[in-house]
Nanobody, 121 residues
Framework: QVQFVESVGGLVQTGGSLTLSCSAS????????MSWYRQAPGKERELVAS????????NYADSVKGRFTISRDNAKRTVSLQMNALRSEDTAVYYC??????????????WGQGTQVTVSS
């Protein structure tokens, strides 16, 4: 069974940094591109960043480009999102899932619990 478990997020001040991690199981992790998504209150879920199977290719939403960095560790079956220079508009619940640069993830009906990130001024 495909499962995603996101690490605890947190409350951070504007301009601060936070790193999220996601553990995946139930599929051949090293063969699947992975992505981070987020959903802010009252908004639809959006793609934040994607990383290819070997971690060579990365794709970012324009809103986070230059501030966020996605990475993965295939041996540990984890994907991470380092977030710097956080803004209030980054406040959202963050999720990981399979897929590359698509608003629709590979397992659209299978999400983890997500992790809340709140950026305060």
């Amino acid at each position: 069974q495909v499962q995603f478990v996101e690490s605890v997020g947190g409350l951070v001040q504007t301009g601060g940094s936070l790193t999220l991690s996601c553990s995946a199981s139930g599929f051949a992790f090293s063969t699947v591109s992975m992505s981070w998504y987020r959903q802010a209150p009252g908004k639809e879920r959006e793609l934040v960043a994607s990383i290819s199977t070997a971690g060579i290719n990365k794709n970012y939403a324009d809103s986070v480009k230059g501030r966020f960095t996605i990475s993965r560790d295939n041996a540990k079956r984890t994907v991470s999102l380092q977030m710097n220079a956080l803004r209030s508009e980054d406040t959202a619940v963050y999720y990981c899932n399979g897929g590359w640069a698509s608003a629709i993830p590979r397992w659209d009906h299978n999400w983890g619990q997500g992790t809340q990130v709140t950026v305060s001024s």
